[in-house]
């Protein structure tokens, strides 16, 4: 019997007698989890078994994932975000990966591109709900055009009132037609909200977003946010 079968055996016995161990500790997590998994038998693990376990929490967490992400207003860039996995095929919907922005060189870039996609950043959109009361998510507007709500999509792809803004744009999606002139159709039709999900699951052009990201909410955030009942605050 090898050394780890041993400590198996040992805190096997130990959750027998209903003492703390790795064994009780596994137990316990897995009864907390919000759904159901299969039984295992600690006196006789199996490795089936045991893989069975494995998956059920995989997939009941990336249950759980989309259900969370779902419900919450703040997380819209991350429902139903599709990945090209590294074993190949069609990009799939895919909670729990490691994501290649993560992996974007330049530091700053990839905090501001991170920043957008989870809504921890200074944009109107996300300051103006800490209000209390919160104010409405149409009258969180952009402090440039004061049109439309101030949303990572609409400052990155969409707002045409800032001249440095449109200019940063034109250099990106220039450069995209030039990498990849298929892009054409999507950068022309599709919505900012999908066209911004769609560039986020493009694991060949992070470091241009995360760029793009950066340069832009500099901008932004060098100019005061407006103020819906008084016009720009600082």
């Given amino acids: 019997m090898t050394v780890l079968q041993e400590a198996l055996k040992d805190s096997a016995h130990l959750w027998i007698l209903e003492k703390p161990g790795w064994i009780s500790d596994i137990i316990y997590v897995l009864k907390s989890l919000p759904f159901e998994l299969?039984?295992?038998?600690?006196n006789n693990l199996l490795p089936h078994e045991v893989q069975m376990v494995i998956d059920a929490v995989d997939a009941g967490s990336e249950r759980q994932l989309h259900q969370t992400l779902e419900?919450?207003?703040?997380?819209y860039l991350l429902v139903g975000r599709r990945e090209q996995l590294k074993r190949g095929g069609p990009p799939k919907i895919k909670g729990l990966y490691f994501r290649k922005y993560l992996e974007i060189d330049d530091n700053e870039h990839r905090k501001a591109l991170t920043r957008l996609i989870l809504s921890d950043h200074k944009l109107a959109v996300e300051r103006l709900r800490w209000r209390t009361p919160s104010i409405p998510r149409e009258d969180r507007l952009c402090r440039f055009c004061v049109s439309k709500p101030e949303t990572p999509e609409h400052v990155l792809l969409e707002c045409m009132a800032q001249?440095?803004?449109c200019a940063?744009?034109?250099i990106f999606t220039e450069t995209l037609r030039?990498?990849?002139?298929?892009?054409?159709?999507?950068?022309?039709?599709?919505?900012p909200r999908n066209l911004l999900k769609e560039l986020i699951a493009r694991s060949d052009i992070s470091h241009l977003l995360g760029k793009l990201a950066f340069d832009i909410t500099r901008i932004y955030y060098d100019h005061p946010m407006y103020e819906p009942n008084g016009g720009q605050i600082a």
């Fill in 38 to 42: 299969p039984s295992l038998d600690f």
């Fill in 71 to 75: 419900q919450s207003p703040k997380m």
């Fill in 163 to 165: 001249n440095n803004v």
């Fill in 168 to 170: 940063l744009r034109t």
């Fill in 178 to 191: 030039t990498l990849d002139p298929g892009l054409g159709g999507l950068l022309e039709n599709e919505t």
